[in-house]
T-cell receptor, first 112, second 113 residues
């Protein structure tokens, strides 16, 4: 596609439920990143995928968070047993050939 | 590990006035530096980037930034601000493959009529 797409655009869930957030990067971009943006906060790095290498998971805040990337393309970020502090906008980005990031529109997650 | 500091959380300028947003970074090697803008309800858009060469880089929407290695800074400037520039601005630093790119906390710009 022409850009990075994310789904759903909004997700409201109850505390304790699991959620899955999807990212479709730009075709051919081998690097994919997940960031979290909490209200009034900057961007918090979560995880990074590069080709077939092991992902860099150093930013995941707890073991309730996990992510996978299937076939080097689509990525899914899973949050288990959601907590209210997980409420944020989750941003996916793919890296362009020039080295800059192209961000998706984000998924706004609200945990009640 | 690298880090980025944006000292100003919120800046207010009058329309037509000049603007400078500060960004300081900490990085052990040659940094790749970026400025992104996030308008209300919009995604992040790249304004400009510095990889090497001329330390004064031009971006979209009339923005420019200057890389000063001695000061570890990459400040964003615009000579005359427009009301449509009201947004959140993020500075970022990365390496050549950006597998460890980090963003600052952002500066919110308000433009007064």
């Amino acid at each position: 596609g022409a850009g990075v797409s994310q789904s759903p655009s909004n997700k409201v869930t109850e505390k304790g439920k699991d959620v899955e957030l999807r990212c479709d990067p730009i075709s051919g971009h081998t690097a994919l990143y997940w960031y979290r943006q909490s209200l009034g906060q900057g961007l918090e790095f979560l995880i990074y995928f590069q080709g077939n290498s092991a992902p860099d998971k150093s930013g995941l805040p707890s073991d309730r968070f996990s992510a996978e990337r299937t076939g080097g393309s689509v990525s899914t970020l899973t949050i288990q047993r959601t907590q209210q502090e997980d409420s944020a906008v989750y941003l996916c980005a793919s890296r362009t050939i020039s080295g800059s990031f192209l961000f998706g529109p984000g998924t706004r997650l609200t945990v009640l | 590990a690298q880090s980025v500091t944006q000292p100003d959380i919120h800046i207010t300028v009058s329309e037509g006035a000049s603007l400078e947003l500060r960004c300081n970074y900490s990085y052990g090697a040659t940094p790749y530096l970026f400025w992104y803008v996030q308008s209300p309800g919009q995604g992040l858009q790249l304004l400009l980037k510095y990889f090497s060469g001329d330390t004064l880089v031009q971006g979209i929407k009339g923005f420019e930034a200057e890389f000063k290695r001695s000061q570890s800074s990459f400040n964003l400037r615009k000579p005359s601000v427009h009301w449509s520039d009201a947004a959140e601005y993020f500075c970022a630093v990365g390496s050549y493959n950006n597998n460890d790119m980090r963003f600052g906390a952002g500066t919110r710009l308000t433009v007064k009529p």
